[in-house]
């Protein structure tokens, strides 16, 4: 399975990479900090792991490199970060929608038990 990560070097984050990288997905890490990121995987860097710097805060470029996955994984934000991190989800969801279409899955990840996931009428819930 392709899977596109966001928020790998995070608490669950790197809990969902290392698993992902053990059953031997290949992966796509979209992270802020490539150093934060190679301090938290195993060496030599696995082969199915592949790094992409990037803003979060930027759907274009989230969506451009989240094509072609099979899963998007959204564990980046923290709901303490109140209107931050609802602008975080709707930029990953408008990124899915463009990138991954309407068969497209997301998986997002929270700090709370239930989360709506703001302008859908999605939820999310907490699987940690």
Do not use: C, Y
Request: proline share 3%; net charge positive.
């Amino acid at each position: 399975m392709k899977i596109f990560l966001l928020g790998a070097t995070g608490n669950s984050g790197r809990r969902i990479l290392r698993l992902a990288l053990q059953r031997a997905h290949e992966v796509t890490a979209f992270v802020r900090d490539e150093t934060k990121l190679l301090s938290v995987v195993d060496r030599p860097i696995p082969p199915n792991l592949h790094v992409f710097i990037g803003d979060t805060g930027k759907s274009a470029d989230i969506a451009r490199v989240m094509v072609g996955h099979d899963v998007a994984i959204n564990a980046a934000g923290n709901l303490t970060e109140g209107s931050t991190f609802t602008q975080l989800v709707q930029t990953v969801v408008d990124s899915a929608i463009a990138s991954l279409g309407e068969g497209g899955r997301l998986w997002q990840f929270g700090g709370a038990a239930v989360l709506d996931v703001p302008g859908t009428h999605l939820m999310a819930r907490r699987l940690t």
